[in-house]
């Protein structure tokens, strides 16, 4: 069966210091690929997804990028935080589109 | 302007009864809904689908019935047990060549024992 990692689970920041949040699959092939973040009190945003190695597309203009280096290995990066990068941020999964994504437990983000 | 809405953030229901949890859409061009329900400190973990082409799909407790028309579409779950207390969100996707979900900000349901 397939599995979805990410980690860590909880990280705390200070303002202006880079981020790595890393995800990785299991149980599949050529997954596509997903990081979503909630702000408090909205709903989820796609943030990136990724068809296929080395491919990102990028829903939101932001301070964050992503990038895939292997087949099941998604990584969010921010070079510096901004206090609005506070947040839950999730991975998911799907065999293909119009399926259902499937979701790590996510990373709570808190920026100081 | 928010796409899908659950207008509903909480609901309580006594235990053996019924849960309906309801979601309005405004975007036309979705076609392909989704409940999730989620645990606090935990991911979303996908309950149920259906495709616009339907306007029910059942799996065991739980039942989604769209309404085209309506741009409606409800989640019943029957009999309600103690373990679905959770946060249920609503999402939808537009077209077969869509990547993103958009999802509805979650109604909490609680079942009280």
């Known amino acids: 069966s397939q599995t979805i990692h990410q980690w860590p689970a909880t990280l705390v920041q200070p303002v202006g210091s880079p981020l790595s949040l890393e995800c990785t699959v299991e149980?599949?092939?050529?997954?596509?690929l997903y990081w979503y973040r909630q702000a408090a009190g909205r709903g989820l945003q796609l943030l990136f997804y990724?068809?296929?190695?080395?491919?990102i597309s990028s829903e939101v203009p932001q301070n964050l990028s992503a990038s895939r280096p292997q087949d099941r290995q998604f990584i969010l990066s921010s070079k510096k935080l901004l206090l609005s990068d506070s947040g839950f941020y999730l991975c998911a999964w799907s065999p293909q589109t119009h399926q259902p994504q499937h979701f790590g437990d996510g990373t709570r983000l808190s920026i100081l | 302007d928010q796409q899908v809405k659950q207008n509903s953030p909480s609901l309580s229901v006594q235990e053996g009864r019924i849960s309906i949890l309801n979601c309005d859409y405004t975007?036309?061009?979705?076609?392909?809904f989704l409940w999730y329900k989620k645990y606090p400190a935990e991911g979303p973990t996908f309950l149920i689908s259906?495709?616009?082409?339907?306007d029910k799909n059942e799996d065991g407790r739980f039942t989604v019935f769209l309404n085209k028309s309506a741009k409606h579409l409800s989640l019943h779950i029957v009999p309600s047990q103690p373990g679905d207390s959770a946060v249920y969100f609503c999402a939808a996707s537009e077209g077969a060549g869509s990547y993103q979900l958009t999802f509805g900000k979650g109604t909490k349901l609680s079942v009280i024992p």
């Open positions: 975007n036309s061009m979705f076609d392909y």
């Open positions: 149980g599949t092939s050529n997954p596509n």
């Open positions: 259906i495709s616009s082409i339907k």
């Open positions: 990724s068809v296929g190695i080395g491919q």
